[in-house]
């Protein structure tokens, strides 16, 4: 097969799909359907959505997913403003999208979240696609809790640094959810999107549509263990008081390369603070 090449003919066609209101995933099927390798095709799209949101930052783009550079950003990027402190980049990763950040919490924020929320723990839940509940499930053994959006002036302060550090509208996001790891403790690897083909998927799509961004902040530092891992990017992150990992998934599809968990604690315990971005506003 020859070279596949993301040429200017291509681009147009992709800002026509989008103004045409095709969604990302209804994109990549047509490509794949026309012949293009998978990979190539959601680099493609990839690309599209983070120039578009760069060329529309004050509009509703139809494709566009949070992140923390322009797509023609410099590779050595070392730190970024984030609406009240300097936030350091420690990596990035272009494909799949991965950016670990150091400071982006001080050590008070992390002690007040979980104080704020230890009261408030419960067995941790996950999505249920076939209907959009929720319910307990072996794969993820942690105990957690959900702020409402600006429940507080603390998580108002980190919703607004958040979202001027990943370019994303405070109303583009979910509340942040708290979860605490004990030893043994894990999440084993899953995507955080809702998979489209699932019947359930509708309903939860009615607040805010799919999500295409996560951020990961960690509140303490285990003695020893609870990495976030991505198996298909060959990447672990170690959870450090203070850091976060962010990552974006453009596409609702395991090609997307964002197969992700919380290897288990093996000493001590995990604080971790979840944020996840919506394509649409978060009711």
């Not at 998978?38 to 529309?56: C, D, G, K, P, V």
């Not at 839940?125 to 499930?137: I, K, L, R």
């Not at 001590?268 to 996840?276: L, P, S």
Request: proline letters at 8%; hydrophobic letters at 40%.
């Amino acid at each position: 097969m020859s070279e596949q090449l993301i040429t200017p003919e291509l681009r147009k066609w992709l800002v026509d799909q989008a103004d045409a209101g095709h969604s990302a995933q209804a994109i990549l099927d047509a490509m794949k359907a026309s012949g293009w390798n998978e990979q190539t095709a959601l680099q493609a799209i990839e690309q599209f959505m983070r120039a578009r949101t760069s060329a529309q930052p004050d509009g509703q783009p139809k494709l566009a997913v949070p992140d923390p550079f322009p797509a023609d950003a410099p590779a050595d990027t070392s730190r970024a403003w984030a609406h009240d402190r300097w936030v350091n980049v420690i990596m990035q990763n272009r494909q799949p999208r991965i950016v670990v950040f150091s400071d982006l919490l001080s050590p008070e924020e992390c002690q007040e979240l979980i104080a704020l929320a230890t009261p408030r723990l419960a067995r941790s839940q996950t999505v249920v696609n076939a209907t959009g509940s929720s319910e307990v499930n072996e794969a993820r053994t942690s105990s957690g809790m959900f702020f409402g959006r600006g429940e507080n002036p603390l998580c108002e302060r980190l919703e607004a640094r958040i979202a001027a550090l990943l370019n994303w509208p405070v109303e583009r996001g979910e509340g942040i959810q708290i979860l605490h790891y004990l030893p043994g403790a894990e999440y084993k690897p899953h995507f955080d999107y809702f998979d489209p083909h699932q019947p359930g998927t509708p309903t939860i799509l009615q607040r805010g549509g799919q999500r295409v961004g996560t951020l990961v902040m960690y509140l303490n530092t285990p003695e020893a263990g609870g990495a976030t891992v991505f198996p298909d990017a060959g990447m672990d992150v170690h959870a450090v008081a203070g850091h976060a990992v962010f990552f974006s998934y453009a596409v609702p599809h395991p090609s997307s390369g964002t197969l992700h968990g919380g290897a288990p604690v093996r000493n001590g315990d995990k604080w971790v603070a979840t944020k996840w971005l919506r394509e649409g506003v978060f009711a």
